[in-house]
């Protein structure tokens, strides 16, 4: 099972994007999936995670500001970004856990004008 992350890119302050992560090879569904990132220098975060039950978890720099979902076969999750900030520039990792947890790849989102 392979978590494939997309999405990413440039965007000016105040801007949206939506980043997908789906798992390709995958028959059954993940428990927790989410996202985390990491800013040049820095420490990777979560950023936000949602369950089985879709109860989501927010850091609280984005909250208000992005929503996480998943589709109802529990194999792909959403990142909706609204209000870009220059500091939400980072690389955006998906994580799907079940038994363990697997990684995306990173998906570079840049916030500048």
């Known amino acids: 099972v392979q978590l494939q992350a997309s999405g990413g890119g440039l965007v000016q302050p105040g801007g949206s994007l939506r980043l997908s992560c789906a798992a390709s090879?995958?028959?059954?569904?993940?428990?927790?999936m989410g996202w985390y990132r990491q800013a040049p220098g820095k420490e990777r975060e979560m950023v936000a995670s949602?369950?089985?039950?879709?109860?989501?978890n927010y850091a609280d720099s984005v909250k208000g500001r992005f929503t996480i979902s998943r589709d109802s076969a529990g194999n792909t999750v959403y990142l909706q970004m609204n209000s870009l900030k220059p500091e939400d520039t980072a690389v955006y990792y998906c994580?799907?856990?079940?038994?363990?947890?697997?990684w995306g790849q990173g998906t570079l989102v840049t916030v500048s004008s």
């Open positions: 090879g995958s028959i059954f569904s993940f428990n927790d």
């Open positions: 994580f799907a856990d079940r038994y363990w947890r697997r």
């Open positions: 949602i369950t089985s039950g879709s109860v989501t």
